[in-house]
T-cell receptor, first 116, second 114 residues
């Protein structure tokens, strides 16, 4: 069975500070992908970053980086120099690659609020 | 040039009615999905189609029937709507090509059943 756990329901961070959003996962698939999505108050789901389980390096996309620790089964999202526009819900997700029909599962989300 | 589009964006209807939500993607993807996001923001997959073939069918009431006329479209028809069907429904699509593992979401359809 696959599981994604986000233990921080909400976080407050001062503008311009870095923030780490926690995500742990569990899967029996030998290869899998990990994702982070952002959902602002307007409601759309915005893809941020992807990490493959066999990628040698941690993924980075602009101010977003994924701190992937395979042995610990964690895939934390790091946002550097936070901005007011970063205030949103953030979802961690995973898909196992054992089957083409395998589904992506989402964590319960973390609501991030950036203070000016 | 919207990548994944859904119509309508908002849907308010009475209990017992039948309604449809349409989804179209112009990304050339071959896999499409329907998700339901409840009031607590929890996202759960409902269905997935690959090349017009149903590949994922979660435990969803059979009042919900997806239809994929072609690879670029995946519609969701809901019969006999119930209060508990009120939610945001997201369509998404994936691969092949670059970033083939990433799912790209539509803007969502906010369904309110009265």
């Amino acid at each position: 069975a696959q599981k994604i756990t986000q233990t921080q329901p909400g976080m407050f961070v001062q503008e311009k500070e870095a923030v780490t959003l926690d995500c742990t996962y569990d899967t029996s698939d030998p290869s899998y992908g990990l994702f982070w999505y952002k959902q602002p108050s307007s409601g759309e789901m915005i893809f941020l970053i992807y990490q493959g389980s066999y990628d040698q390096q941690n993924a980075t996309e602009g101010r977003y980086s994924l701190n992937f620790q395979k042995a610990r089964k964690s895939a934390n999202l790091v946002i550097s120099a936070s901005q007011l526009g970063d205030s949103a819900m953030y979802f961690c997700a995973m898909r196992g690659f054992y089957s083409s029909a395998s589904k992506i599962i989402f964590g319960s989300g973390t609501r991030l609020s950036i203070r000016p | 040039d919207t990548a994944v589009s859904q119509t309508p964006k908002y849907l308010v209807t009475q209990m017992g009615n039948d309604k449809s939500i349409k989804c179209e993607q112009n990304l050339g993807h071959d896999t499409m999905y329907w998700y339901k996001q409840d009031s607590k923001k929890f996202l759960k997959i409902m269905f997935s189609y690959n090349n017009k073939e149903l590949i994922i069918n979660e435990t969803v009431p059979n009042r919900f029937s997806p239809k994929s006329p072609d690879k670029a479209h995946l519609n969701l028809h809901i019969n006999s709507l119930e209060l508990g069907d009120s939610a945001v429904y997201f369509c998404a699509s994936r691969g092949p090509g670059q970033n083939q593992e990433t799912q790209y979401f539509g803007p969502g359809t906010r369904l309110l059943v009265l």
